[in-house]
């Protein structure tokens, strides 16, 4: 590798790995191999196992520590712990998404109301509230970045509750960029193209996703989870210094087209 590692010596934490083909699990790939110190969080007890043997194949220090998001409770727990193993950070990834499979089928006029608050909790608050309890663990400034999607603001087929999920989770990307900015505290979004995850599996039709964007995008292929980590830490690291409050498209130009 050529010059310094863009990580190297800093502290980070992934949120939400779910397995090896997991964009958290990319993300933290990258930041270890560019030299971070990390930990990263899983959601309940099923993932716990994959978890730490995940952790185990990354270079440097990386531990898994369980971290639910869904309750005020419940993250002051994980907190607990993980500040016990590191203080403080530099930056952190939360890569957290969720939404009951029915909500996902069918029109998105028949969501429910039990539903839409679910997807809302985890996948958009969830970045509120860790936010706030790691920006007092940045004494020195620092970086979060969190993942969202371009049916966030256009239509996508099948993604139904997942859109105004990811459309919160962009605006509340710039009101705490604007809240922490003071604090030296960047906050960005990366929003990649469709790739196949544990995520994905409970979208409807997803191959035809893949299929539009390999047509439509301009780079004419899918995205790899490797390229949405490389972005990621490009945002997380000392080069992305001056970029707070945006949202980066990762998606090989599709974003861009009108057909």
């Known amino acids: 590798m050529i010059g310094p590692m863009l990580l190297e010596g800093k502290k980070g934490i ?3 790995v779910a397995n090896k083909r997991s964009i958290g699990f990319a993300c933290a790939r990258a930041a270890a191999e560019q030299g971070a110190q990390l930990i990263i969080t899983y959601q309940g007890d099923r993932l716990a196992d994959g978890a730490h043997k995940l952790a185990a194949t990354l270079p440097g220090e990386c531990i898994a520590l369980p971290c639910d998001v869904s309750t005020d409770a419940q993250l002051d727990e994980a907190f607990v712990a993980i500040r016990a193993h590191m203080p403080e950070v530099d930056f952190a990834v ?3 998404a969720y939404a009951d499979r029915a909500d996902l089928d069918g029109d998105f006029v028949d969501t429910t109301r039990e539903g839409f608050l679910k997807a809302l909790n985890i996948s958009t608050y969830s970045l509120t509230a860790v936010a706030r309890r790691l920006a007092e663990m940045m004494p020195n400034g620092g970086s979060m970045v969190t993942m969202s999607y371009l049916g966030g603001v256009q239509v996508v087929p099948h993604y139904n509750v997942m859109g105004p999920a990811k459309a919160a989770l962009e605006s509340s990307v710039r009101y705490l960029a604007h809240d ?3 604090r ?8 990649a193209g469709p790739i196949r995850t544990l995520a994905a599996a409970g979208i409807g039709d997803f191959s035809r996703m893949l299929e539009r964007q390999e047509a439509r995008a301009p780079l004419r292929r899918n995205m790899e989870a490797a390229e949405v980590a490389d972005a990621t830490i490009f945002l997380a690291s000392h080069l992305a210094r001056g970029i707070t409050g945006e949202v980066l498209y990762v998606d090989g130009g599709f974003n861009i087209t009108a057909l």
């Not at 030296?184 to 929003?191: E, K």
């Open 94 to 96: 939360h890569s957290v």
């Open 180 to 182: 922490l900015g003071p």
């Open 14 to 16: 992934v949120f939400g």
């Open 184 to 191: 030296g505290i960047r906050v960005n979004a990366v929003s």
